[in-house]
């Protein structure tokens, strides 16, 4: 397609042009002289106009993106340019991004000499699940004269879907699963008591259970020598997602459900590299998705297209339904991590009574969010005394949420009180911590 636009270089010339008219009125004698720069800018700006119309004239891009994208993820996007034709041009580029990034003024600025090319790199960092649409790439070129853009548009429409982060995923199973090498945020846990599968007999090291000592093997090698255990396989670890209205609450552009969306997969991942099975419910008012817990090579998928599928509700979460959901759908003991947010004790105490019932015949686990927004509140300085009045509520929030933690811990029900970006990694190191005590 061809179109063309004057460029700011014009407007500046035209502009002077004018003024060299308006000083002719007062000055008629420069008329001839500002004639004849007319005549001169018209004829270049017809040059211009043959330059850029040229039969040689040809620009070649394309867009490269993944096959996926990851939500909450930098995700990697490439164009490449190529000027195919006789002269050089400076090439302005607009990508006509996806609607859900809101963008329409998104430019990069390039010069290219004939038959050079160069490859353009930028980061997109989705916030929704979905299917992403690219549009056309726009280009705008101008010769070295510059008074004329020339508008080149290159067919490169593209629907792109955005799943829950893969990436995220891989990188904790990396830091998971890597018994080598201490990595940030996963918590080196030691194991407790004996009921695992025997591996082998290692040296003791700092750290390790004494109780595991091998005293004839130490008596034999002459120094101490401690039995290594494996932990106990195909265990059910079950996902289960609160997708009502406290779940839609946004932090660093990323809602609380999505939030658990990715920790969902993360922690389904780890699960089945520990030879457990790992499954998925969803729920508000109604049971959503459910994946029954599995370790085939085929689970991880399933659970990835289920999490890519689910969407909040605007309603009220119905605990006393998961309670039915877990006892009909759940066959034996499991882990249960539940991700929903409690904003008040009240809303905590209404869903109790189920909780403590599904925390009879399984390992729950509550995982709920803390308010990050809140606590950077408390810690700013009070300058007014509406702020001292403000903060004090504030605290009083976070307290009756440390309180919930407690509450569900005096009924013997595991508690996670975590801010929306540790997420993932404490659920992990929940994971692993229960699962080295044997509680499952």
Not at 109 to 127: C, F, K, M, N, Q
Not at 267 to 290: E, Q, W
Not at 324 to 340: D, E, F, N, V
Not at 353 to 381: A, D, G, K, Q, S
Request: charged share 25%; net charge positive.
């Amino acid at each position: 397609m061809k179109a063309i636009h004057l460029t700011d270089r014009f407007f500046w010339a035209f502009g002077g042009l004018v003024v060299l008219f308006v000083i002719c009125f007062w000055v008629p004698v420069l008329l001839p002289g500002a004639q004849a720069i007319f005549v001169l800018l018209l004829a270049i700006i017809i040059l211009d106009g043959l330059l850029l119309f040229g039969k040689n004239m040809e620009v070649n891009a394309a867009r490269q993106t993944p096959k996926i994208m990851g939500l909450g993820d930098d995700n990697p996007i490439k164009v490449r340019i190529e000027n195919t034709s006789n002269l050089p041009l400076s090439i302005r580029l607009i990508d006509e991004l996806p609607v859900q990034f809101q963008r329409r003024d998104f430019e990069y600025r390039i010069s290219l000499d004939s038959g050079a090319s160069e490859t353009l790199h930028y980061d997109l960092r989705p916030v929704e699940r979905g299917q992403y649409t690219f549009g056309d790439l726009n280009l705008f070129l101008s010769s070295q004269i510059g008074l004329l853009e020339r508008r080149w548009i290159v067919p490169a429409e593209a629907a792109v879907p955005v799943y829950p982060s893969v990436l995220q995923m891989k990188q904790l199973e990396l830091r998971a699963l890597d018994r080598i090498a201490q990595h940030p945020g996963i918590k080196k846990i030691r194991r407790i008591g004996h009921s695992y599968e025997f591996e082998q007999i290692k040296n003791y090291v700092r750290g390790d259970d004494y109780r595991s000592i091998n005293w004839k093997a130490s008596s034999r090698r002459g120094t101490l020598m401690v039995n290594q255990y494996e932990d106990e396989r195909s265990q059910q670890i079950y996902s289960i997602i609160d997708k009502s209205r406290v779940m839609k609450m946004p932090f660093e552009g990323l809602s609380l459900m999505d939030y658990a969306v990715n920790a969902s997969l993360a922690i389904s991942n780890i699960a089945l590299k520990k030879y457990d099975r790992a499954g998925l419910i969803t729920f508000s008012d109604k049971i959503g998705a459910t994946v029954k817990a599995d370790s085939k090579a085929t689970q991880l998928n399933k659970i990835l297209n289920a999490l890519y599928a689910e969407q909040e509700r605007q309603v009220e979460a119905n605990y006393e339904l998961l309670y039915y959901a877990a006892r009909k759908l759940i066959a034996g003991r499991s882990m249960i991590l539940l991700y929903t947010n409690f904003e008040s004790r009240f809303a905590l105490e209404r869903a109790l009574p189920f909780l403590r019932r599904i925390n009879r015949t399984h390992l729950l686990v509550v995982i709920f969010f803390e308010n990050t927004e809140i606590r950077t509140f408390i810690e700013e300085e009070a300058t007014h005394i509406e702020d001292i009045y403000l903060q004090t509520v504030a605290r009083k929030y976070l307290n009756e949420k440390a309180q919930m933690v407690q509450q569900l811990r005096q009924y013997g029900i595991q508690a996670v009180l975590t801010r929306p970006e540790d997420l993932s990694v404490n659920t992990v190191n929940k994971y692993l911590e229960l699962k080295s005590r044997g509680l499952i």
